[in-house]
């Protein structure tokens, strides 16, 4: 699977996921760190509806790590305080990177928590949805 | 009178900032910044927008420092922010990804997908609420508890649902100009400083990170006449966008092989606005054009009037102050605006008593002259 998308899923996920997937590399392979888990800045730019052009809305706190796995370097990127987090994104990069047998095995854990994902969001908006609007017009 | 270099207050400085934590304790109470984090939202969302950094945590610890004063914990912020190294940079964030919490329009009753009201105040009775004196943990479960009982019974959505655009339907009608993508690379006003006449980036950039206050009441300014801009707000939104960034190393940059990071919270704002162009025939014709207004967080009263002061600036022909991309954009800056006029009260010894020296020797030239 494709950094885009299990990386959304992992994040979107409560963080259980990702534990549960480093935690098979770490007890395998030597995972050795490159970059601690440290904060730093993205800077985010948006394209504003108007004119369609782009800016800089400003920037947003991450928490950074990089692992090395069998020469590979994996790294893991997430928004806010996330140290634990972090790493264990970078661990599971570094996995793909070096097409650890054990990723062809994660894709249907991946999937299946894409779709639960989905379905809380889901039920999130359909709960939201309790504060729309039913317009009646009246009679004058 | 020759100047005189002084120096010392050290011991003083020292006690007054013992004295400033004994203000902050003295009460034998403290706040967990998590009950911060979960209690105060739109401060939060407030101070992470002026500062123009997005952390819950780090806006909900300023403002523990700060003791709940909005300009500290801005400069805490600001100040922090510039201790840390800033790695990415983030792929385009399109509006239209925005998973919506609250939508409305005051232009259309109607509007595809219809009006999601959200969390808002806009409907409340503006009363204290005497109960919250004695909220107790106990009232706050039962209370969620029974929220969520109530939501059980809402069946979900097969999919999640993206909303379109309420302009996009009037660019369809023809009503508005459709603009193509410009993805002219942005100018980053925190890398380098603004010059005038500035570009449209910088004017978002400073007006997003502007004091809600000094935003609010530029817009506000524009309207009661000081302006010339009268906009219908077309679309509030509030909702959260997610972000991705780019492999920092990978020659090949793939979208499919971007990092999701995360996402953040915005409130996001047209409004549309009434003017009058030329047509082909040299006559005048009624047309619309948008203003734009966005910033981190909840706060729609700012994103609303910074979607006035945008279509102001897009128009520096009228006379106006709030046409005058100078004066809104000098002066809308918390930390440069509190700080320029909190440094009055810091030691001026040298320069008032220069200013003492000329009246004195005026006074004196003038009873010389008398006697």
Redesign the interface.
Known sequence: M????R??IL?QENGQLAKKLSATIIDAYECKEILEPQ????????????????????????T?AKVEISNCIG?G?????EDELAKQLAIIDAAYKAELPETITWRDQLIEAEKQN??E???K?????????S?ETMEV | MGYVPVKGGTEAIDASIKRLKYERLKGNETIEIQTIMSTMRGMIDQVM?ES???????AALAIKQAEGSMEEAVFLMRAH?ST????????????ETM?V??RISASF??IPG??????TYDYTHRLLDFDLINESSESIQRWLQNYQTE?QQ????????YFP?V?DYLRDEGLFEN????????K?I?KQSLQFPST???R??VM??GQTGAVTSLGYASLRGYGQVHPTVGEVRVGAV????G??NEMEQN??????????T?T?V?SFVPTQVKNANNEYELQF????G?C?GQNETKAIAMSIL?QCLEHPESNFPTHDEEFVLLHIDSVESTGFISHLKLPHYVTFQSKLDSVRQVKKEVQEVEN
């Open positions: 494709k950094r885009r998308r990386t959304e994040i904060y730093g800045l993205t800077m985010i730019k948006m394209r504003e509806s108007a004119k369609k052009s782009l800016f800089y809305i400003g920037e947003v706190l991450i950074e790294i990127i997430v928004v806010g305080v989905t379905k969001r889901a039920k908006q359909a709960e939201l949805f309790k504060t729309k609007v317009f | 927008s123009s950094l997005y952390s819950p945590f780090l922010r840390l190294p800033r790695p990415y940079y983030s792929k385009t964030v399109e509006p998973l919490e609250r009753k109607d219809g009006q999601l009201l959200g969390a939501l809402v069946d979900a959505f097969d999919e999640v649902k655009k302009v603009h193509q993508e410009d993805n002219t690379v942005p980053d925190t449209r980036s910088e978002l950039q997003t990170r997610p972000i991705y960034v492999h920092p979208t499919e092989d971007e990092f999701y990071i995360g996402e953040i915005v996001e047209e054009e948008i203003g734009y966005i981190y945008d």
